[in-house]
């Protein structure tokens, strides 16, 4: 009788197929939203090979994306990137170059 593993630890990570994470949410909501589409193209009687080419090609291009991502920038990538960009480049200090250089005299009696 085979035995299946089903706790992989407490604090981990899900994991599918090497996809880690957000990824794999990333994955299977692509594939929902692709599988949607292609259905509603059928029921517009588009013609049926043009919706297997245009679905295929798609989950092929989403499956491709989601791995080089998830190789890319690993588990937490996608989390480090956008804080990043919301990191500014630098600061702005509008004020006077004198007022950080004076001495404040309350500082300079302890």
């Not at 599918?16 to 599988?35: D, E, H, R, S, V």
């Not at 080419?53 to 092929?60: E, F, I, K, R, T």
């Amino acid at each position: 009788m085979n035995t299946y593993h089903i706790n992989k630890g407490v604090g981990r990570t899900v994991e599918f197929k090497g996809l880690k994470a957000q990824y794999l949410f990333i994955f299977a909501g692509g594939l929902l939203a692709i599988l949607i589409c292609v259905m509603i193209m059928y029921m517009a009687e588009i013609n049926t090979y043009l919706c297997l080419v245009l679905g295929g090609a798609s989950s092929g291009i989403l499956i491709w994306q989601t791995f080089r991502l998830n190789g890319k920038y690993g588990e937490h990538g996608l989390m480090k990137l956008g804080a990043q960009k919301k990191h500014p480049k630098y600061i702005i200090s509008r004020k006077c170059i004198y007022r950080y250089l004076k001495i404040n005299p309350k500082k300079a009696s302890v």
